[in-house]
């Protein structure tokens, strides 16, 4: 993949021509023009290569993110209700209510290893700085599932409070980066994808059996739903999860259902779960950024052991925790970058461009092309995202000013993490809410630290991921709980 850099060096005209593995021709969309050719106007004349449609639809169901043309469309307007603002700021509390409950399960966690270590029992890497050494993606894999399980389903899968829960189990193998699950995606370049998925390896037998099991689970969390429904006459006050909202709709059948609960158990959490990484990760980088975003965290949110729920004008208020998140999700977006496949002749910016070219949309190139951005594209600076900030490097000393609401950029193309246009992505309001709750719940309690600086400085952490992008070896942090919230 072409990096932001390079797409800025490359003359073009809003389109970049390259070659690809084993020389396969790609086209990748840099300018603002064409990415609304791509993502808006004719967006249906750009589908999911089949080979990317089959490896991600035998995990997820033919659900939103995989279905296509009018099925998509149908799917899309009967799913909208459930992802209006009017809906997800009634979620809000349950985010908060999940993120204030992983952060006690991990402050546990830090008390036990540190009397361990004052004991004698625990030789544990992290000091006498009152820190612990823990791998934070599981911790945000947990909360993010059991968020989605309660906001989404209305069914609480307690993963927070069980590490062994089978369902977390479940995903955690199925989208752990593995050498067999790249190996089978080379050969789906020169094979049929129903081919690719016959053949006798243990990946195959793990997706099939992970996928089954998840079914099972969404089968059964739906009927208890309708049951519960009919019972009533009506759905009650307390359900304002998404299931409850699509069930009302009566657009889907059971198995329709079964296939977009698929799709947000699986999609919702680990991209959110993501960006919680990449979160805590640029905070250990940027530990000024970290310590003026807990100030206000902590001036303006109750404490957690007070029991007030927090709403979504509470999160609201908070400027720079907004800032933080909506940078993070400029500078790692989640999911790197989005295939397409022409399905018919077709033209970008008046170029033409045959059936079956692959098309490539970078939201990690496009969220720091320097000419959309500014020369501080590719620096993480959340001040961009302030009212009153230049959108330069956020002391004043910039030369690029725009609309503080956009991060200063010069176009709403320049911020593709959410995508735009009919494919773009559904839950953006649920998932920017969930993630700012989370955040703010835990580092309102944490300082944390990297373990390993040299590993993982940017230029050395390896990254690696399926659907999302993360570090390779999981993000192994020092977490010190921080008195007096």
Request: with cysteine; net charge neutral; hydrophobic share 40%.
């Amino acid at each position: 993949m072409l990096t932001a850099p390079r797409q800025a060096t490359v003359p073009n005209d809003g389109l970049i021509r390259y070659r690809g593995l084993f020389n396969q021709e790609r086209l990748l969309v840099t300018s603002p023009k064409a990415l609304s050719e791509v993502l808006v106007t004719h967006s249906y004349d750009f589908q999911k290569p089949s080979s990317l449609t089959w490896s991600i639809g035998r995990i997820l169901g033919i659900g939103l993110v995989i279905a296509e043309g009018n099925e998509h469309k149908i799917q899309r307007k009967n799913l909208n209700p459930a992802f209006a603002f009017r809906h997800v700021k009634d979620l809000y509390p349950v985010f908060w209510e999940k993120g204030v409950e992983g952060m006690h399960a991990i402050a546990e966690v830090v008390r036990a290893g540190l009397e361990a270590r004052k004991s004698g029992r625990d030789e544990e890497e992290g000091g006498d700085d009152g820190t612990v050494v823990l791998e934070l993606g599981n911790w945000a894999s947990r909360t993010t599932l059991d968020i989605i399980g309660v906001a989404g389903m209305g069914r609480d899968f307690g993963s927070i409070k069980d590490p062994t829960n089978e369902l977390s189990q479940t995903y955690q193998k199925l989208f752990r980066p593995s050498r067999s699950a790249q190996i089978l995606a080379l050969i789906g370049l020169f094979l049929p994808p129903w081919l690719v998925g016959m053949l006798p390896v243990k990946r195959n037998g793990d997706v099939r059996a992970a996928a089954a099991y998840i079914r099972s689970v969404c089968r059964d969390m739906i009927r208890e739903k309708r049951e519960r429904l009919l019972a009533n006459g009506k759905t009650s006050s307390d359900d304002v999860d998404i299931l409850s909202v699509a069930i009302e709709s009566g657009g889907f059948t059971e198995e329709n259902l079964v296939d977009q609960m698929m799709t947000f158990l699986a999609a919702g959490h680990e991209t959110t779960s993501t960006s919680l990484q990449w979160a805590v990760y640029m905070l250990c980088l940027f530990p000024e950024v970290q310590a003026k975003l807990r100030a206000e965290v902590r001036a303006n949110l109750p404490r957690p052991e007070s029991g007030k729920a927090i709403t979504a004008l509470d999160i609201d208020r908070l400027p720079y925790l907004a800032a933080v998140c909506n940078e993070v999700l400029r500078y790692y977006s989640p999911v790197p970058m989005t295939i397409r496949e022409t399905v018919t002749d077709t033209t970008v910016t008046g170029v033409r461009v045959p059936r079956g070219t692959r098309v490539i949309v970078s939201a990690w190139a496009t969220n720091k092309d320097v000419l959309l951005w500014g020369p501080d594209a590719t620096k993480f600076n959340p001040d961009r995202w302030l009212a009153g900030a230049d959108g330069g490097n956020g002391n004043g000393s910039g030369n690029f000013k725009g609309n503080p609401n956009s991060g200063g950029a010069t176009s709403n193309y320049a911020f593709l993490t959410f995508l735009h246009g009919p494919r773009s992505c559904i839950g953006q309001g649920f998932a920017k809410a969930e993630f700012a709750c989370v955040l703010a719940s835990w580092i309102g309690r944490f300082e944390f630290s990297l373990k390993n600086r040299e590993e993982y400085d940017e230029g050395n952490m390896v990254i690696k991921g399926g659907i999302t992008a993360r570090p390779a070896k999981g993000l192994w942090v020092k977490v010190r709980e921080v008195d007096g919230w």
